[in-house]
């Protein structure tokens, strides 16, 4: 008896030692486990479905690897101390769980190096019900002397598989979001920006990394969907190793940023933020848009604002009167707001065109006589909200602006001054000048307080970069940019803390979650040819929820308008259209779809996402939204460049509950015009919808035509 106390006391102080040694940080469906070795170093021992009693296999690869010590691969964070010793060892010393009451649960893992006493905190907030972990680093220089960071990444993961697949999203200026897919095979892939500002217009910081046979498809693989939030330049390493592991750094990219971290302070990275799934894509994407609803973006769970823009319409070339009828317009399609674009400034160098008067952000009187008040009063009294596009980080060299404060801007000394858009960036590391760029904001409020939206636009990259106020310390200047950028937009939103903010950057240069806590919406695209933006639209909805995907029927694209009205109904959906054009049928189809659009946005912005057909895989894309008590659905399917007699097999539902029946109807059909969908009106069980299906995409349908399908439970 005695010996057999003795065991069980040995065995529970050996659980309790395994215990203390082992740190987990989980979700419903998701567990990272880390363990503290002997020599106190930490290591990733589990990564993947979260078992239900807690037996994770032991395997250790360090979890966040310091260069210059004994890893032969590129490590997480790379540190020069003033003797020059360009290591870290980073050993643990406590850790510390903190339950939050908005339903996270953060964990801290405090590191520290013996010798140099440099400390690196692991933080790991995690969301439970929506499976998603957001991770990062805090650096603190505990030296007498600064140290140079010259890698700072913000997590690093390991995986342990066959085979991996990277989904990425490449474009350019129209062309944004577009996903490749392809194996990684040993050595390293790099996906990074060098851009500054505008960071996502060639390579963008979401993707998807599938361990497995093949890529991850909707609804089958396991799969992390990985992004950074940041926006700025950013960098995603994958490294496979010799023994096939892989590695995955992600954060700031270190190009040309070594940063110099003075005695005292402390470095903390922005957040990498990543969902499991082992049910492929789909499940991947919902759980990003729960998560951003209510953790992320600014306003998610609420709704959004339906306008009439007039850039595509009239670009530069308007007027107090032209402007004035199309707040009759946008009544007349009862739109929520009228967003007035660029051109509206300038008074030594008028906004004409796009050369002159950037920075001078003060009414053009020939145009405007009774400046933005005026407008704003003249739409309200319509009883449409009025809103205002601005590019407060830029500046015209032919401008008031660049004349008072040539030394404003981002240029490097003894070269010449490099333009996009003819066009330079301001120097926002300036604190002066962030002053100035709240005050654009501060002051159209101020002057304006019915001022109901802003579009805050960003039209070029950085390049040349140099900035006057950081005269030695050039190697900050794209980490100090974003953040002078954020400290901008704190104050802005401390005084103006829910007026909706669309952020757009030249299309889709810009859209990330370090931003969308301070915007309610972004511009994914100038490009609004109806079939390019299925494309561009699918991309972003892998990563964002459709409330914060702007989508404008614009006159962009040979389609129709209904096709076009169509496919800006699966988001957030706007007009830039001269609607003077329309004939009486469309006048009647957009005022009913914009009803409909009301009827179904809290579906479309707060419900689930189900991409039923990729435009990727076939000649049409179809999804649908169904809400969270699974009574109403909406659905899309496009036909893209159809065949002549191309046979499309029908579409399984998803989100629906199986014992309901559901009511079938075709909406936003153009007026006179007969639905030619066989299961119109027709009743079904969601059994049956979601394993059999139905038809959504007519054999014999004219490519690019567009099918709308209200799904009600009738029981
Ligand atoms: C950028 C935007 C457009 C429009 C123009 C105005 O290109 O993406 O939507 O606002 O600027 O100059």
Same mark, same amino acid.
């Given at each position: 008896?005695?010996?057999?106390i003795?065991?069980?006391?040995?065995?529970?102080?050996?659980?309790v030692?395994?215990d203390?040694?082992?740190?987990?940080?989980?979700? @419903?469906?998701?567990?990272?486990?880390?363990?503290?070795?002997? /020599?106190?170093?930490?290591?990733?021992?589990?990564?993947?479905?979260?078992?239900?009693?807690?037996?994770?296999?032991?395997?250790? &690869?360090?979890a966040?690897v310091?260069?210059g010590?004994?890893?032969?691969?590129?490590p997480?964070?790379?540190?020069?101390?003033?003797?020059?010793?360009?290591s870290?060892?980073?050993?643990?010393?406590?850790?510390?769980?903190?339950?939050?009451? =908005?339903?996270?649960?953060?964990? =801290?893992?405090?590191?520290?190096?013996?010798?140099?006493q440099?400390?690196v905190?692991?933080?790991?907030?995690?969301? *439970?019900?929506?499976?998603?972990?957001?991770?990062? $680093?805090?650096?603190q220089?505990?030296?007498k002397?600064?140290?140079? %960071?010259?890698?700072?990444?913000?997590?690093?993961?390991?995986?342990?598989?066959?085979?991996?697949?990277?989904t990425?999203?490449?474009?350019?200026?129209a062309?944004e979001?577009?996903?490749?897919e392809?194996?990684?095979?040993?050595?390293?892939?790099?996906?990074?920006?060098?851009l500054?500002?505008?960071?996502?217009k060639?390579?963008?910081?979401?993707?998807?990394?599938t361990?497995? @046979?093949?890529p991850?498809?909707?609804?089958?693989?396991?799969?992390?969907?990985?992004?950074?939030?940041w926006t700025?330049?950013?960098?995603?390493?994958?490294?496979?190793? /010799?023994?096939?592991?892989?590695?995955?750094?992600?954060?700031i990219?270190?190009?040309?940023?070594?940063?110099?971290l003075?005695?005292?302070?402390?470095?903390?990275?922005?957040?990498?933020?990543?969902?499991?799934?082992?049910k492929?894509?789909?499940?991947?994407?919902?759980?990003?848009?729960?998560?951003?609803r209510?953790?992320?973006? +600014?306003?998610?769970e609420q709704?959004?604002?339906?306008?009439?823009?007039?850039w595509?319409?009239?670009?530069?070339?308007?007027?107090?009167?032209?402007?004035?009828?199309?707040?009759?317009?946008?009544?007349?399609?009862?739109?929520?707001l009228?967003?007035?674009d660029?051109?509206?400034?300038g008074?030594?160098?008028?906004?004409?065109?796009?050369?002159?008067?950037?920075?001078?952000?003060?009414?053009?009187?020939?145009? %405007?006589?009774?400046?933005?008040?005026y %407008?704003?009063?003249?739409?309200?009294?319509?009883?449409?909200?009025?809103?205002?596009?601005?590019e407060?980080?830029?500046?015209?060299?032919?401008?008031?602006?660049?004349?008072?404060?040539?030394?404003?801007?981002?240029?490097l000394?003894?070269?010449?001054?490099?333009?996009?858009?003819?066009?330079?960036?301001? =120097?926002?590391?300036? *604190?002066?000048?962030?002053?100035?760029?709240?005050?654009?904001?501060?002051?159209?409020?101020?002057q304006?307080?019915n001022l109901?939206?802003?579009k805050?636009?960003?039209?070029?990259?950085?390049?040349?970069?140099?900035?006057?106020y +950081?005269? /030695?310390?050039?190697?900050?200047?794209?980490?100090?940019?974003?953040k002078?950028?954020y400290? &901008?937009?704190?104050?802005?939103r401390?005084?103006?803390?829910?007026?909706?903010?669309?952020?757009?950057?030249?299309?889709g240069?810009?859209?990330?979650?370090?931003?969308?806590?301070?915007?309610?919406?972004?511009?994914p695209?100038?490009?609004? =040819?109806?079939?390019?933006?299925i494309?561009?639209?699918?991309?972003?909805?892998?990563?964002?929820p459709a409330?914060? &995907?702007?989508?404008h029927?614009?006159?962009?694209?040979?389609?129709?308008l209904?096709?076009?009205t169509?496919?800006?109904?699966?988001?957030?959906?706007?007009y830039?259209?001269?609607?003077?054009?329309?004939?009486?049928e469309?006048?009647?189809?957009?005022?009913?779809?914009?009803?409909?659009?009301?009827?179904?946005? *809290?579906?479309?912005?707060q419900?689930n996402?189900?991409?039923?057909?990729?435009?990727?895989?076939?000649?049409?894309a179809?999804?649908?939204?169904?809400d969270?008590?699974?009574?109403?659905?909406?659905?899309?399917?496009y036909?893209?460049?159809s065949?002549?007699?191309?046979?499309?097999?029908?579409?399984?539902?998803q989100g629906?509950?199986?014992?309901?029946?559901?009511?079938i109807?075709? &909406?936003?059909?153009?007026?006179?015009?007969?639905s030619?969908?066989?299961?119109?009106?027709?009743?079904?069980?969601?059994?049956?919808l979601?394993?059999?299906?139905?038809? $959504?995409?007519?054999?014999?349908?004219?490519? %690019?035509?567009?099918?709308?399908?209200?799904i009600?439970?009738?029981?």
């Amino acid at each position: 008896m005695k010996k057999l106390i003795f065991l069980l006391v040995v065995l529970a102080m050996k659980a309790v030692a395994q215990d203390s040694n082992t740190i987990s940080i989980t979700t @419903s469906n998701a567990a990272l486990i880390f363990k503290v070795g002997n /020599n106190k170093r930490i290591y990733q021992s589990y990564f993947g479905s979260k078992l239900s009693n807690a037996a994770y296999p032991d395997k250790r &690869i360090e979890a966040y690897v310091s260069g210059g010590m004994d890893f032969e691969f590129e490590p997480a964070i790379a540190v020069a101390h003033i003797d020059g010793n360009p290591s870290l060892e980073l050993l643990y010393q406590r850790h510390k769980v903190e339950n939050h009451s =908005d339903g996270s649960v953060e964990t =801290d893992i405090f590191l520290k190096d013996m010798v140099y006493q440099t400390a690196v905190t692991l933080h790991f907030l995690s969301f *439970p019900e929506q499976d998603v972990i957001k991770s990062w $680093v805090s650096i603190q220089n505990n030296e007498k002397k600064e140290i140079l %960071l010259n890698n700072y990444a913000s997590a690093m993961l390991h995986f342990n598989a066959d085979q991996y697949w990277l989904t990425q999203f490449h474009g350019d200026w129209a062309k944004e979001m577009r996903l490749q897919e392809h194996q990684l095979t040993s050595g390293i892939k790099i996906i990074d920006s060098k851009l500054g500002t505008r960071a996502n217009k060639y390579q963008s910081q979401h993707f998807f990394l599938t361990t497995g @046979s093949q890529p991850a498809t909707e609804d089958a693989g396991e799969l992390i969907a990985g992004t950074l939030a940041w926006t700025g330049n950013f960098k995603y390493l994958f490294e496979i190793d /010799n023994k096939n592991l892989l590695h995955l750094s992600a954060g700031i990219n270190n190009y040309a940023s070594t940063y110099h971290l003075q005695s005292g302070e402390t470095f903390t990275a922005p957040a990498f933020i990543f969902t499991y799934s082992n049910k492929g894509k789909g499940l991947a994407s919902r759980n990003l848009h729960n998560w951003a609803r209510k953790y992320a973006v +600014l306003d998610g769970e609420q709704g959004r604002l339906t306008l009439l823009n007039n850039w595509e319409a009239t670009g530069f070339k308007f007027d107090q009167q032209k402007l004035t009828s199309l707040f009759d317009d946008a009544k007349k399609l009862d739109v929520d707001l009228f967003l007035l674009d660029d051109g509206w400034f300038g008074e030594k160098y008028p906004r004409d065109n796009a050369t002159t008067g950037l920075g001078d952000w003060k009414v053009d009187k020939k145009k %405007l006589p009774d400046g933005i008040s005026y %407008l704003v009063k003249s739409a309200t009294d319509k009883g449409i909200k009025f809103g205002i596009w601005i590019e407060p980080e830029m500046v015209n060299p032919k401008s008031e602006l660049y004349e008072k404060h040539p030394d404003w801007v981002l240029k490097l000394p003894n070269r010449a001054e490099n333009y996009q858009r003819n066009q330079l960036v301001l =120097d926002l590391i300036n *604190p002066k000048v962030q002053d100035f760029v709240f005050k654009v904001v501060d002051d159209l409020f101020q002057q304006n307080p019915n001022l109901a939206f802003i579009k805050w636009d960003c039209n070029r990259t950085i390049t040349n970069g140099y900035s006057p106020y +950081l005269k /030695n310390n050039q190697t900050h200047l794209y980490i100090e940019y974003t953040k002078a950028f954020y400290a &901008i937009l704190d104050r802005v939103r401390k005084k103006y803390p829910h007026v909706p903010i669309m952020l757009c950057s030249g299309g889709g240069g810009r859209a990330d979650y370090g931003a969308m806590k301070y915007f309610t919406e972004f511009w994914p695209s100038d490009d609004t =040819d109806g079939q390019e933006r299925i494309y561009i639209q699918w991309g972003y909805s892998y990563f964002f929820p459709a409330n914060t &995907i702007a989508a404008h029927v614009t006159s962009w694209g040979k389609q129709s308008l209904k096709f076009r009205t169509d496919v800006a109904m699966m988001d957030k959906l706007g007009y830039d259209i001269d609607i003077s054009h329309f004939s009486k049928e469309e006048l009647l189809f957009s005022q009913q779809a914009i009803n409909n659009y009301k009827r179904f946005s *809290p579906i479309i912005f707060q419900g689930n996402l189900y991409r039923l057909a990729s435009p990727y895989e076939g000649n049409r894309a179809v999804l649908m939204y169904s809400d969270q008590s699974k009574n109403k659905a909406i659905l899309f399917a496009y036909n893209l460049s159809s065949r002549y007699r191309e046979v499309f097999s029908p579409v399984r539902l998803q989100g629906l509950n199986p014992l309901k029946q559901y009511q079938i109807k075709e &909406i936003n059909l153009m007026p006179n015009v007969k639905s030619a969908i066989a299961g119109n009106n027709k009743t079904f069980t969601g059994e049956y919808l979601m394993n059999i299906g139905i038809e $959504v995409s007519k054999t014999n349908q004219e490519p %690019l035509t567009s099918v709308v399908l209200e799904i009600t439970a009738t029981n």
